[in-house]
């Protein structure tokens, strides 16, 4: 079986799907936070660390609901609920993330780019799966 024919057929299941579109997600969400923070920080001339509190609250925000609704089509009304779930998720991959990367630089040395691309993969992993099996599951009629 060809590489091609592999992935094709993989991108069928429906895990594949939404890993594709969370990371599209992703992809939106960084590019959300950045013009934001850019322009808080260098338009409206906030403060920087103000600027990064706002643009990450608009980022995760946005990503919430495009995961909650592109990603995993949730349609549960308990949105209160998924969103503090969500940004539990979050600050867990916060701190999972930084602990690899501090892990990766300081006792292990290893080139600080090439750590954040490792924690980046782990995180991403961690986030998707814990908001696919957590925040956004689905509830079983029995």
């Given at each position: 079986?060809?590489?091609?024919?592999?992935?094709?057929?993989?991108?069928?299941?429906?895990?594949?799907?939404?890993?594709?579109?969370?990371?599209?997600?992703?992809?939106?969400?960084t590019i959300i936070d950045f013009s934001?923070?850019?322009?808080?920080?260098?338009?409206?001339?906030?403060?920087?660390?103000?600027?990064?509190?706002?643009?990450?609250?608009?980022?995760?925000?946005?990503?919430?609901?495009?995961?909650?609704?592109?990603?995993?089509?949730?349609?549960?009304?308990?949105?209160?609920?998924?969103?503090?779930?969500?940004?539990?998720?979050?600050?867990?991959?916060?701190?999972?993330?930084?602990?690899?990367?501090?892990?990766?630089t300081s006792p292990y040395q290893l080139?600080?780019?090439?750590?954040?691309?490792?924690?980046?993969?782990?995180?991403?992993?961690?986030?998707?799966?814990?908001?696919?099996?957590?925040?956004?599951?689905?509830?079983?009629?029995?």
């Amino acid at each position: 079986m060809s590489s091609e024919l592999r992935i094709m057929k993989f991108l069928r299941h429906e895990i594949a799907q939404q890993f594709v579109k969370f990371c599209l997600v992703g992809v939106a969400n960084t590019i959300i936070d950045f013009s934001i923070y850019l322009l808080a920080s260098r338009i409206l001339h906030f403060f920087p660390l103000y600027a990064n509190f706002l643009s990450v609250l608009f980022a995760m925000t946005f990503s919430f609901f495009a995961n909650k609704y592109f990603t995993f089509q949730n349609l549960e009304k308990k949105v209160k609920i998924q969103y503090l779930k969500f940004a539990l998720v979050n600050i867990i991959y916060f701190l999972l993330y930084n602990s690899i990367f501090w892990l990766l630089t300081s006792p292990y040395q290893l080139y600080d780019l090439f750590a954040k691309v490792i924690a980046i993969i782990i995180g991403l992993f961690w986030n998707f799966l814990a908001n696919r099996y957590w925040t956004f599951k689905k509830d079983e009629a029995i």
